[in-house]
């Protein structure tokens, strides 16, 4: 399998063509083989940083889900990543590697060299019925989207490079209701949209008020396996409305009529069990060809985390039609820190 027919979005070229453009990384689509005989797939990005040639599956600040393998069923994952491993170091030449792979278990992972961490998210099943999908929210967040229906709120499908405007003016004000900044930029939208949605796979929504205004929106990348929550942001005044529970509900029915196995809400967060979705632990391998480059890496990733979301300057005003005064935090029902 390759990354022209995976079930997986991070795994396709259009993914890896917006995280190539957008972090200057070299794609990696490599075929596991098990006696000459390929077996499955391996999908990651190289990148460097401070000098070292890292093997992402993903790598922290890429705004990536899982990657990792897609493989043959009864394969052994732990000799997957070894195999990996191996090639990572002496082939690629790099000096560390991560992978996020969904597909793993830690019981699997527990004999592979490396630190195995914890990554907690959720995951709404989509094979009930759209009923019983809605009877498992709970009962704040089933009045919350009738109050919005009965307000006369919509969710409508949005296409277009110009939606990242449209997103980046409303999280802008959504990180700086706490003195944040986003950790990415509105150029990474803009590349994000401009490489992904003409594959097809590439969900983007906005929630529309009684009187026409557009006051929140969201992205969803999806494939067959899972789609994922990748970002999103509302305007505070109309947040009575409640529009990001309509916004989830209107694409968890999408995803469902479409046939995508799971909803990924993208990472923890506590507003997130409202939709009725279990939490999970995703496993994460990380392991350095040099000891003691992870406590390095680390404290790097420490770094990052708190310079990506320092608090911004002040600037003026927006004057375009619709825009509001840029800032932004994370709201209880919105874009969180970074990610991988």
């Known amino acids: 399998m390759g990354a022209a027919d995976t079930r997986n979005v991070f795994c396709t070229p259009e993914w890896l063509e917006y995280v190539a453009r957008t972090q200057q990384a070299e794609p990696v689509v490599a075929q596991v083989e098990r006696d000459g005989v390929p077996v499955g797939a391996f999908t990651g990005l190289i990148v460097r940083r401070m000098g070292i040639r890292i093997l992402g ?6 705004m990536t889900g899982p990657m990792g393998f897609e493989l043959a069923p009864g394969e052994s994952r732990s000799e997957a990543m070894e195999a990996l491993a191996r090639f990572a170091f002496r082939e690629l030449g790099c000096l560390h590697m991560e992978v996020m792979d969904r597909g793993s278990s830690f019981a699997e ?9 914890r990554l907690p998210n959720f995951e709404l099943d989509l094979q009930p019925e759209e009923d019983a999908l809605f009877a498992g929210f709970t009962s704040a967040c089933r009045r919350a989207i009738r109050k919005g229906e009965r307000e006369g709120l919509s969710v409508e499908q949005a296409h277009g490079i110009e939606f990242a405007d449209e997103y980046y003016e409303q999280l802008l004000e959504v990180f700086r209701r706490q003195g944040l900044s986003p950790p990415y930029g509105l150029d990474r939208v803009r590349e994000l949209i401009r490489c992904v949605e003409p594959s097809g796979r590439l969900l983007l929504l906005r929630a529309v008020g009684p009187h026409g205004d557009r006051i929140a929106t969201a992205i969803f ?25 309509a916004i989830f509900w209107h ?54 985390k708190r310079r990506a979301m320092r608090a911004p300057q002040p600037f003026p005003r927006a004057t375009a039609r619709g825009l509001r005064p840029r800032s932004a935090a994370p709201a209880e029902h919105e874009q969180e820190a970074p990610r991988a």
């Open 221 to 245: 990348p999806f494939a067959p396996d899972f789609g994922y929550f990748w970002g999103g942001a509302s305007w505070e005044a109309h947040r009575i409305l409640r529009p990001n529970e």
């Open 109 to 117: 992972l527990a004999p592979v060299r490396g630190r195995v961490d």
């Open 57 to 62: 599956s993903p790598f922290q600040g890429w």
């Open 251 to 304: 694409a968890i029915r999408h995803f469902r009529e479409r046939g995508v196995a799971v909803l990924n809400f993208g990472g923890g967060g506590d507003f997130k069990r409202k939709f009725g979705a279990p939490e999970i632990q995703i496993p994460v391998l990380r392991r350095s060809r040099v000891p003691g480059m992870l406590p390095l890496r680390d404290v790097a990733a420490n770094v990052y």
